[in-house]
T-cell receptor, first 112, second 118 residues
């Protein structure tokens, strides 16, 4: 079965700093990769996803992620964070029988 | 378009009691998922329905958890009897096609039910 590791539990940045959140997965077959975000008091929502083609995927609110197959990674990036990006970010992989596996999440705090 | 609805939003019970959660997916979505999210962890899939049939319940503790989606629309998840370690947020999600759409589909999540077992 697939699994997902998110390396950072809590990241604190100042506004305008660059962001990179790590995500590694273990699965031998074809995978579909997702980043979900949960803003304070809101439900999980999709940020971006990758299933084929260009390994650099652009999502909402200026986020992007790069799929590196050789490293089993799907890191999330944003060049300049805003206070409104404060949220919890979850990486997920769907590689089996539509069995979505989530990482433990990374809490991002952006200081104004 | 209305989102995934869940109720109740919060529930506090004592151990060994029973509890039920309700979910109404986005209209027309064939696949419905129940997840358990324990504090500090990511969501863990408990059960997946395709219309009114169970696709995957391999991670559902069947000695105490049960779920149904009788008419292929809304669903209930029940815990009987509850244990302290069942304290978690229970998330419901839906997707349009599920297996028929492959594994690329976006899952749309509801607000969750926060359960505290004392």
């Amino acid at each position: 079965a697939q699994s997902v590791s998110q390396h950072n539990h809590h990241v604190i940045l100042s506004e305008a700093a660059s962001l990179e959140l790590g995500c590694n997965y273990s699965y031998g077959g074809t995978v579909n990769l997702f980043w979900y975000v949960q803003y304070p008091g809101q439900h999980l929502q999709l940020l971006l996803k990758y299933f084929s083609g260009d390994p650099l995927v652009k999502g909402i609110k200026g986020f992007e992620a790069e799929f590196i197959k050789s490293k089993f990674s799907f890191n999330l990036r944003k060049p300049s964070v805003q206070w409104s990006d404060t949220a919890e970010y979850f990486c997920a992989v769907n590689g089996g029988n539509n069995d979505m596996r989530f990482g433990a999440g990374t809490r991002l705090t952006v200081k104004p | 378009e209305a989102g995934v609805a869940q109720s109740p939003r919060y529930k506090i019970i004592e151990k060994r009691q029973s509890v039920a959660f309700w979910c109404n997916p986005i209209s027309g979505h064939a696949t419905l998922y129940w997840y358990q999210q324990i504090l500090g962890q990511g969501p863990k899939l408990l059960i997946q329905f395709q219309n009114n049939g169970v696709v995957d319940d391999s991670q559902l503790p069947k000695d105490r958890f049960s779920a149904e989606r009788l008419k292929g629309v809304d669903s209930t998840l029940k815990i009987q009897p509850a244990k302290l370690e069942d304290s978690a947020v229970y998330l419901c999600a839906s997707s349009h096609l599920g297996l028929a759409g492959g594994r690329r589909e976006t899952q749309y999540f509801g607000p969750g039910t926060r359960l505290l077992v004392l």
